[in-house]
């Protein structure tokens, strides 16, 4: 994006000389005010000579403003982030073109870029004679650990004459926007067991499973199989019909993320809270990879604009976009008010969800139920429990970063009476040392209940 300069002439007309002289540099306002104190004294002790001496002093700053708040020429700003969007903890690179776009050269110029504390410190950069039609390219590097979505610019010209008595800034009017999305962790490829039938890991493509043909015909096409011609269809429009291909029905996830402002202790980028938003977007994009339709659900009830019915498609042209979309939304999601899970439970209510993957913070009694009544809406279920207790606790206190005992064992126990796959997650576990034991978990209860089937 190019931001050109305002014009010099513009700020003539709102606040002429006057403007110009409040960009008088520490140096300038020292000159003005040693020659007015000359030309005092000159004019009280009778001394001619001192008289010229005060006033070179005092209209030196003032012809050096006047010049500089006169000068004719206009500079173009390019500003390209690489990448725009950038995991939390990672650097963006920050790349700045000036266009020299007048027909006189200009003088020295200080350029400076305004970012939020939370990326750095603000650049900073000294640019020597630019010629006319030239141009001078500078970068920076910029920094989070903090998700959300940071402005940059606009950006800052500072203008100042050879002897550095004033300086006038010009402002571009543009800015852009750096999007710090959560981090994304690889999850290893699983086969998840327990799924409705047609969900899994297994079905690591778009069709999960076949569909009832289409009850449209539509006409021969060469290599069709001879096997779908449709008779009846083929003797009313006098030409061959054959039955549609069947259709594909799209293995489904939902992600349950809580956001309940009462369920997560502590902040910053280490808390639980912001572990949940990681993992819910790390899990977001291993399904969008393996094909399924894949929805984000909070416990307001909400998902991602521009969500479909069933979500967003995996496994195709638009996929990548899908997770940008998703990604942009838990860059920047937060802490809700709510207190309960009920606006999501009437969402699952409808059923048909395919496997659901939850984030969930501290759970009470009756969250708890809540929670155990959405396995019975799903195909499978996973939850990842952020418990305060157990995520209090330093990594060195805990028995195993796998280890139940840490505290929540009733409600860990009534999550897996209902059908669901629960983890503890304490503090310092990675989300891919808890998918592969939901995975190993997830097996063992299958074939459990293929030997009970057995037996």
């Given at each position: 994006m190019t931001h050109p300069a305002p014009d010099p002439a513009a700020e003539e007309d709102k606040g002429g000389l006057r403007a110009a002289l409040t960009g008088l540099t520490t140096r300038g306002r020292s000159f003005l005010a040693a020659g007015i104190a000359a030309a005092i004294c000159a004019y009280v002790l009778g001394q001619p000579d001192l008289l010229r001496v005060g006033l070179l002093l005092a209209v030196l700053p003032l012809v050096c403003a006047t010049a500089l708040y006169r000068t004719r020429y206009r500079v173009a700003g390019t500003r390209r982030l690489s990448p725009a969007r950038v995991p939390a903890g990672s650097e963006a690179r920050v790349h700045l073109r000036m266009d020299n776009v007048s027909r006189l050269p200009t003088g020295l110029l200080m350029l400076q870029d305004r970012v939020p504390y939370v990326l750095g410190p603000r650049p900073r950069f000294v640019l020597d004679r630019v010629e006319?039609?030239?141009?001078?390219?500078?970068?920076?590097?910029?920094?989070?650990d903090l998700r959300g979505r940071y402005p940059l610019g606009p950006l800052q010209l500072r203008l100042t004459d050879?002897?550095?008595?004033?300086?006038?800034?010009?402002?571009?009017?543009?800015?852009d926007t750096l999007t710090v999305i959560p981090r994304v962790e690889a999850l290893?490829?699983?086969?998840?067991?327990?799924e409705a039938k047609g969900y899994g890991d297994g079905r690591q493509r778009s069709v999960a499973l076949a569909g009832d043909d289409d009850v449209i015909p539509r006409g021969y096409r060469y290599g069709d199989d001879l096997r779908r011609v449709h008779w009846r269809s083929t003797a009313r429009y006098g030409e061959l019909m054959v039955r549609r291909e069947e259709?594909?029905?799209?293995?489904?996830?939902?992600?349950?993320?809580?956001?309940?402002?009462?369920?997560?202790?502590?902040?910053?980028?280490?808390?639980?809270?912001?572990?949940?938003?990681?993992?819910?977007?790390?899990?977001?994009?291993?399904?969008?990879?393996?094909?399924?339709?894949?929805?984000?659900?909070?416990?307001t009830g909400s998902s991602v604009?521009?969500?479909?019915?069933?979500?967003f498609a995996g496994a195709n042209q638009e996929s990548a976009d899908a997770a940008g979309l998703m990604m942009d939304t838990l860059a920047v999601i937060d802490h809700s008010d709510n207190d309960s899970l009920a606006r999501a439970y009437d969402v699952l209510r409808g059923g048909n969800e395919g496997l659901l993957v939850a984030f969930l913070g501290d759970l009470d009694e009756e969250e708890a139920a809540l929670v155990a009544g959405m396995r019975r809406r799903s195909g499978g279920a996973i939850a990842f429990l952020l418990?305060?207790?157990?995520?209090g606790r330093e990594p060195t206190d805990v028995p195993g970063p796998?280890?139940?005992?840490?505290?929540?064992?009733a409600r860990l126990r009534l999550l897996r009476e209902s059908g669901w796959t629960a983890l503890p997650v304490p503090r310092g576990a990675t989300l891919e040392e808890l998918w592969r034991e939901a995975g190993r978990q997830r097996s063992g209860v299958g074939a459990a209940n293929g030997a009970e089937g057995t037996s």
């Open positions: 006319p039609g030239g141009r001078r390219e500078v970068s920076y590097r910029v920094r989070s050879p002897f550095g008595m004033c300086e006038l800034t010009r402002s571009f009017s543009s800015y290893p490829p699983l086969r998840l067991s327990g259709q594909p029905q799209r293995a489904r996830c939902t992600v349950l993320l809580d956001t309940r402002g009462g369920a997560f202790a502590g902040a910053g980028p280490d808390s639980a809270f912001e572990w949940a938003v990681s993992g819910a977007a790390s899990v977001l994009v291993y399904m969008l990879e393996r094909g399924f339709s894949v929805r984000l659900l909070t416990d604009p521009g969500e479909g019915a069933e979500g418990d305060s207790d157990v995520w796998l280890d139940p005992a840490g505290g929540g064992e």
